[in-house]
């Protein structure tokens, strides 16, 4: 009688089979055809996604976040640097507001 094979030697046999399987499929006559190396050439103009107005009002809402709503700050002593350089400090929610 013959034994069934255990699993840790079918698991690795079935590695082993799958391995030759890939090693043939590589070495058989269906090779890739590579395409000549040369410069990318990009037929498409540049992305403007913003035009100088949308950025300038983007640039001026964000000073107005730094200004009216400001940045939380937790650390104490960087709280005092920038009060140090005239930003206004809410202690109650540690809270600088800048004037850029």
């Keep these: 009688m013959s034994e069934a094979p255990s699993p840790a ?10 391995r030759e399987d890939r090693k ?10 590579q395409l000549a190396f040369g410069p990318l050439i ?29 940045i939380e700050v937790m650390s104490e002593r960087v709280r005092r640097a920038f009060e140090k350089e005239g930003a206004k400090v809410l202690e109650d929610r540690d809270v600088v507001l800048t004037d850029p």
Excluded: C
């Design 42 to 70: 990009n037929s498409y103009p540049p992305l403007d996604p913003l035009t100088e107005e949308q950025l300038e009002a983007v640039h001026q809402a964000s000073l107005d976040l730094l200004r009216d709503g400001g």
């Design 24 to 33: 043939a499929a590589r070495t058989g006559s269906s090779k890739v055809s």
């Design 9 to 18: 030697r079918s698991g690795r046999s079935g590695r082993k089979r799958a």
